[in-house]
């Protein structure tokens, strides 16, 4: 295991362990400070001087919400994050230390946050616009209840710093650190969601330890490699791409099991929460506070990271992604895609994936392997509307085996240039084995288009005709 893997697993298991002692907390104020005070302590301890640039993201940031009118303040925001984030990749060319992976995983998450908090005051003031004009009564008034946010400078920088998911996530809202400092209530299910969360986790770990001893990312750029054959250049970007998923999916689960121990994210099941959203049944929420404690079933899919199964099974490209890294994925759709100013579906992804891959780093690799997924997803959909949509339920089966076949060898194309990295070493693995997907992927686009065209020209002839009859 890296020495950055021990580091992590460490920092996990102290954050499980420490989340009763802070749920055992009473009071608003004491909750937010121990939290933020401890996460702050690990940040030095592992980041040292490189604590710095989270601590000035993380000022300034406050500063721009605090004084710029919220109108905007979630646009300036999102610049000077990003921006800052291009000062951070780029420090060994102005002389200073150079970064710890530790402390980007830190600016990584951090960035998510301070943005995604100014993106919540932008929204609490458009609530209160639309309240003062269309207010129907209660049903508005109870939803800005439950949404609304009104942080201070110091609000703002304890939850900079709050020690849950500092290096790992899962993204969650402002409003949702709020509610956990609130929280009083024990969770009568937690034992029962924590046991339903690692029942899996032993076969993760095994899986990742075999397989990752016996196919490693280092072994594709030696000498040796080369000279393989084409079948077994192919073949390994499969076990590469399976121990790259079971490495996050031990992450992550330890992460959400984070959350649980310190009660962040736990709202009722009939809330109806929703991933990184929170919940969205505010009556239901409010009626809740008034039932016994012991009655109330809590869940946590507002912090749920990953959906294991829809990963390895989900047929479709769209639903593939939509399973990873699920908290990040709801930021990307709520601060990035929905406020695109583009009508096209297709240029919109294409965009999003533009701001994931720089919000992952600088690495061509990321570029190469992000930007591959709005022409793959275009050729399913394209086929899904030509071959799926309205046929029997049989032949929908088949097209959904066949696009999970083919998704899973264009995802395990695309995590080469995930974790190759450089330019050379990601094109140098595609060019040993020929671009395939590059290549299928244009034939599937130009096929597509053909049967699309058809199918339009088809309908057209036949609309005319019967206006003939008519």
Request: with cysteine; aromatic share 16%.
């Amino acid at each position: 295991m890296a020495s950055d893997d021990l580091s992590y697993v460490c920092l996990l298991a102290f954050s499980i362990c420490f989340g009763p002692v802070l749920k055992r907390t009473v009071g608003y104020r004491n909750k937010q400070l121990l939290s933020s005070g401890v996460g702050l302590i690990i940040v030095v301890l592992w980041c040292r001087q490189n604590v710095l640039h989270s601590l000035v993201a993380a000022f300034i940031n406050s500063l721009i919400i605090k004084f710029v009118s919220p109108k905007s303040c979630h646009w300036i925001s999102f610049a000077w994050c990003f921006g800052y984030l291009a000062f951070f990749r780029t420090t060994s060319y102005f002389g200073l230390p150079a970064i710890q992976p530790l402390a980007n995983a830190v600016q990584l998450i951090l960035t998510l946050k301070l943005i995604g908090l100014a993106f919540e005051v932008h929204a609490t003031y458009k609530n209160k616009q639309a309240a003062s004009v269309t207010s129907d009564g209660n049903t508005v008034d109870l939803q800005n209840s439950y949404q609304n946010i009104d942080p201070s400078i110091a609000d703002m920088m304890c939850y900079s710093y709050c020690y849950i998911g500092l290096f790992t996530g899962p993204y969650y809202k402002f409003r949702t650190y709020v509610d956990m400092l609130n929280q009083q209530r024990d969770i009568p299910n937690l034992k029962d969601l924590m046991v339903a969360r690692l029942k899996r986790l032993p076969l993760y770990i095994a899986a990742f330890f075999i397989v990752s001893h016996y196919f490693t990312i280092q072994y594709v750029q030696t000498e040796e490699f080369s000279t393989r054959s084409f079948w077994l250049r192919m073949f390994y970007m499969s076990p590469i791409f399976f121990v790259f998923r079971m490495r996050f999916y031990c992450a992550w689960i330890l992460a959400e099991c984070m959350c649980m121990t310190a009660g962040l994210g736990a709202y009722p099941v009939a809330s109806q929460p929703r991933c990184g959203k929170g919940p969205t049944d505010y009556l239901a929420l409010q009626l809740s506070e008034d039932e016994s404690p012991e009655r109330v079933m809590y869940d946590f899919e507002t912090v749920r990271n990953i959906q294991e199964y829809d990963c390895e099974f989900a047929p479709s490209v769209r639903e593939g992604l939509r399973s990873w890294n699920t908290t990040v994925q709801y930021w990307l759709a709520s601060n990035v895609y929905r406020h695109l100013p583009v009508n096209s579906s297709a240029l919109k992804v294409a965009m999003t994936m533009g701001v994931s891959a720089y919000w992952h780093g600088i690495h061509p690799g990321y570029y190469l392997s992000f930007l591959t997924v709005p022409p793959t997803m275009m050729v399913n959909e394209m086929f899904a509307a030509r071959f799926r949509d309205g046929q029997s339920p049989r032949q929908q089966k088949l097209f959904d085996w066949l696009c999970w076949f083919f998704k899973m060898r264009v995802f395990e194309y695309m995590c080469m240039g995930f974790l190759l990295l450089s330019f050379e070493a990601t094109v140098g693995y595609w060019s040993s084995v020929y671009f395939m997907w590059h290549i299928w992927l244009g034939l599937m686009l130009v096929a597509g288009t053909l049967l699309a065209s058809t199918r339009t020209r088809v309908g057209q002839e036949g609309a005319g005709a019967q206006q003939k009859i008519d």
